[in-house]
């Protein structure tokens, strides 16, 4: 079977993929409902433990900073909702495949169609711990300009790198078994290495740190719009460039492996 073949098919995959819509959507709230089976609040448990989170770590970091409280809950509690949906697309990505194994061996799907519940499973999650940032803006209300707009397309093109990045991560964490362990190591280092409950500017003149921390400039994507700025010219270069990339790079595995992921799991 020649190449471009095998990129046609992998293409078809991920266009067959995204047609089943009517699909994905019940994959993601069915999986999000049994992670939660038996428990009250459900879901809601993750937006309490978010909220706890913030709240209790708010004040203390805006003290410690010497921040405006009123600047800095807001700032953090965007940050921090915005780097669970990220963390989360990536640390669910380890085990797309793996986890879904008892229906793509029974019922011939699409193998994106799994990566496409992945995704919409956690903006479900971004939905239910947007509540806390709608909170802490009755307290402290952002400046509403046009910048606004920016913010749905901000969250595609999040949703679209995301997409990638659990097809390729989901090849790769498929044939080899110890790297989710290792990406959980990355990201909880990433963490304190993005401005998350940090700002950008209290690194003075050493801004490499964060033009060069991928992550945060998909923070920015939706943090600066919901701050009343639009995304500076280096955000938007920085994610056009990964975007391209990561889906060059992810059509290429994909294409060459695809076939071999029930092998694998």
Same mark, same amino acid.
């Given at each position: 079977?020649?190449?471009?073949? #095998?990129?046609? +098919? =992998?293409?078809?995959?991920?266009?067959? *993929?995204?047609?089943?819509?009517?699909?994905? /959507?019940? %994959?993601?709230?069915?999986?999000?409902?049994?992670?939660?089976?038996?428990?009250?609040?459900?879901?809601?448990?993750?937006?309490?433990?978010?909220?706890?989170?913030?709240?209790?770590?708010?004040?203390?970091?805006?003290?410690?900073?010497?921040?405006?409280?009123?600047?800095?809950?807001?700032?953090?509690?965007?940050?921090?909702?915005?780097?669970?949906?990220?963390?989360?697309?990536?640390?669910?990505?380890?085990?797309?495949?793996?986890?879904?194994?008892?229906?793509?061996?029974?019922?011939?799907?699409?193998?994106?169609?799994?990566?496409?519940?992945?995704?919409?499973?956690? #903006?479900?999650? +971004? =939905?239910?711990?947007?509540?806390?940032? *709608?909170?802490?803006?009755?307290?402290?209300? /952002?400046? %509403?300009?046009?910048?606004?707009?920016?913010?749905?397309?901000?969250?595609?093109?999040?949703?679209?790198?995301?997409?990638?990045?659990?097809?390729?991560?989901?090849?790769?964490?498929?044939?080899?078994?110890?790297?989710?362990?290792?990406?959980?190591?990355?990201?909880?280092?990433?963490?304190?290495?993005?401005?998350?409950?940090?700002?950008?500017?209290?690194?003075?003149?050493?801004?490499?740190?964060?033009?060069?921390?991928?992550?945060?400039?998909?923070?920015?994507?939706?943090?600066?719009?919901?701050?009343?700025?639009?995304?500076?010219?280096?955000?938007?270069?920085?994610?056009?460039?990964?975007?391209?990339?990561?889906?060059?790079?992810?059509?290429?595995?994909?294409?060459?492996?695809?076939?071999?992921?029930?092998?694998?799991?």
């Amino acid at each position: 079977m020649s190449n471009p073949t #095998l990129f046609s +098919l =992998a293409c078809k995959d991920i266009f067959d *993929g995204f047609m089943r819509y009517d699909l994905w /959507p019940s %994959l993601a709230w069915q999986e999000i409902k049994r992670r939660y089976r038996r428990s009250t609040l459900g879901p809601l448990w993750l937006t309490i433990s978010t909220g706890a989170f913030i709240v209790g770590l708010g004040p203390l970091y805006g003290k410690l900073f010497n921040q405006d409280l009123a600047v800095y809950l807001p700032y953090i509690a965007i940050s921090f909702v915005l780097w669970a949906l990220m963390s989360g697309m990536i640390t669910d990505a380890c085990t797309v495949f793996v986890a879904e194994e008892s229906i793509f061996k029974q019922i011939k799907l699409p193998f994106s169609i799994f990566c496409y519940a992945l995704v919409t499973r956690n #903006l479900i999650i +971004l =939905a239910h711990n947007a509540v806390i940032i *709608g909170i802490v803006f009755l307290f402290y209300p /952002p400046p %509403l300009t046009f910048a606004l707009l920016f913010f749905p397309i901000g969250l595609l093109l999040i949703a679209a790198n995301g997409l990638w990045v659990s097809l390729s991560l989901g090849i790769l964490c498929t044939r080899f078994r110890d790297i989710p362990q290792i990406i959980a190591s990355i990201l909880q280092i990433t963490m304190f290495l993005t401005p998350v409950m940090w700002k950008a500017e209290m690194v003075g003149h050493q801004t490499w740190i964060v033009n060069w921390n991928p992550m945060n400039h998909f923070l920015e994507l939706v943090r600066s719009p919901l701050y009343g700025a639009f995304p500076s010219v280096t955000t938007l270069a920085a994610v056009a460039i990964i975007t391209i990339a990561g889906w060059a790079m992810t059509l290429a595995v994909f294409a060459r492996y695809r076939t071999r992921i029930p092998y694998w799991v």
